[in-house]
């Protein structure tokens, strides 16, 4: 069966998109840790990220670095903090999250839940500071 991620890439499932290219895509996690904490996915559904080949690794990581840059001018932020955890969605996932201090990294603190104004908005305003 396809992936939570697999459905949302084919437009089964709803998401707040950010970008998207021929190999990847990027969309806001639906419970982020901060404001603009955004998902970046290889669109080939593999479970763990370092049994991915080597071109798509690549691929997938100059995405993301992409997707950072954007984030960055836009959301107010010292960095862009970086972790690939998947033990939840078993389809590779890099978390983009934007930071100022260590503990804003922090996955078992409370999570936002965000009004989808808010949400579509970020969303729009990352996928504007891409192109
Ligand atoms: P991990 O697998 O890295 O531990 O966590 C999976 C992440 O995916 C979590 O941060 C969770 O909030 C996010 N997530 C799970 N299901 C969905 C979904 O249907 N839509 C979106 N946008 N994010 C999801």
Redesign the pocket.
């Known amino acids: 069966m396809a992936s939570?991620?697999s459905r949302?890439i084919a437009g089964e499932?709803p998401?707040?998109k950010v970008a998207e290219d021929e190999h990847n895509f990027a969309?806001?996690?639906?419970?982020?840790?901060a404001k603009g904490?955004t998902?970046v996915i290889p669109k080939h559904e593999v479970d763990y990220i370092f049994d991915l080949p080597k071109d798509e690794y690549d691929s997938l990581m100059s995405f993301a670095k992409k997707v950072a840059e954007g984030m960055k001018k836009v959301m107010p932020c010292k960095k862009i903090g970086v972790?690939?955890?998947?033990?939840?969605?078993?389809h590779a996932?890099v978390?983009l999250i934007p930071i100022n201090k260590e503990s804003d990294m922090n996955?078992f603190k409370g999570?936002l839940s965000l009004p989808a104004e808010e949400m579509t908005e970020i969303a729009q305003k990352i996928a504007d500071a891409i192109k």
Request: charged share 10%.
């Open positions: 939570i991620f949302i499932i998401c707040y969309f806001l996690d639906i419970n982020p840790v904490h998902l972790a690939v955890l998947g033990l939840e969605v078993p996932h978390h996955f999570k």
